[in-house]
């Protein structure tokens, strides 16, 4: 085992599972936070991101992103930088591959309208249902539901991005089931599986957004990040046809935004004295993150790709195409229970909330095609938007 820094997770002292697992269920010399990484991996939940949206909602091209490309890129990052932090690579990887598992389909637009169908009956956000669904709902063992991750993984996924003040109705029993301390701040290992998460969408994204026509480099060339990692890269290839340059430029502003990171987050650490994981919690402050600067420049690059990519006409009419598709499935299944699958409707129960949750449970682990598909089974033709 290389060396691990004081403040890292260590899986030899882990808080340990909300079930008791007996030393013959042990398979293979590995320690906890990777058995939590594998239980992850190979999971149902995990598998069906691959046909879940990240920024364009089914597309049509093979090239672009989706929900499982985008947590391996997220832990490929995490384990970067985890590595050169000395903290724990296996918990940090386990946080980042999971950390998009609660996401229904067609992304923060189906979120969108499981919210609005559930208006009354506690709402619905996709963080919450990743808990809900690694405790609850994922069924791959006789004794108990749930994948039984430890409760360091459970933590992380739970408040990687600070302290939760007010947890919706998953999250709060989540945490009512294993008091996953939301009121203090999280292990390292998690906060650098936010900004992973971050530095990923931030940079891959603008790859998918230039590949499928919605951006122009030119109009890249007005972020400020951009335009000095542009130049970076014109300085150091100026004889390659500028087209060639997109990956090389994504790849540089990477880079980056992970130096900046780790130099940062190392000054953090030295600065706050912390001397275990124990203090890395109780730190009241969060010790991974951009320096001022970059994280300024960080900023301006979300704001551009909100007003440029994510809220792009085509991008709406998509997420209002996706947002009808949701809300006429659980309107169907709630109006007419014999339209769920058996699997599903044997465990429905009678009343509310806990049987408008269950269908949006259903619903929420749908991928983009099977809504669809199920969309035009049980209500009609739907017109969708040009590439979806």
Known sequence: MSYRAPWASDPARSKGRLHEEQNGSVRGPRDAFQRDRDRIIHSISFRRLRHKTQVFMAPDGDHFRVRLTHSLEVAQIGRT????????????????LAHDIGHPPFGHAGEDALKAALTGQGGFDHNGHTLRTLVTIERPYPLWNGLNLTWETLEGLAKHNGPVRHPGWALAAADAEF??????????????????????????????????????????????????????????????????????????????????????????????????????????????????????????????????????????????????????????????????????????????????????????????????????????????????
């Open 81 to 96: 930088i985890a590595r050169t932090l000395a903290l724990n690579e296996d918990l940090t990887e386990a946080l980042c």
């Open 179 to 388: 008091g996953l301390a939301l009121m203090s701040f999280s292990s390292l290992e998690a906060q650098v599986a936010a900004i992973a998460d971050d530095i990923a969408y931030d940079n891959h994204d603008i790859d998918d957004g230039l590949r499928a026509g919605l951006l122009t480099l030119d109009q890249m060339l007005a972020v400020p990040l951009v335009a000095r990692g542009w130049d970076d890269v014109r300085r150091r290839f100026p004889d390659i046809e500028p087209k060639r340059l997109v990956g090389e430029l994504v790849r540089t502003q990477i880079g980056t935004m992970v130096n900046d990171l780790i130099a940062e987050t190392r000054q953090r650490i030295a600065a706050s004295g912390v001397a275990s994981v124990d203090d890395v919690r109780d730190a009241g402050q969060c010790l991974v993150g951009f320096s001022p600067e970059m994280r300024e420049a960080e900023r301006d690059l979300k704001r551009f790709m909100y007003a440029n990519l994510y809220h792009h006409p085509r991008q709406l009419a998509a997420a209002d195409a996706a947002h009808g598709i949701v809300s006429g499935l659980f309107a169907v299944y709630r109006d007419d229970p014999a339209t769920i699958p058996e699997e599903w409707r044997e465990r429905l129960p009678t009343d509310d909330p806990d049987r408008s949750r269950h269908i949006a449970d259903f619903i929420a682990g749908m991928t983009d095609r099977y809504a669809v598909s199920r969309y035009r089974e049980l209500v009609g033709p739907i017109d969708l938007p040009e590439g979806f």
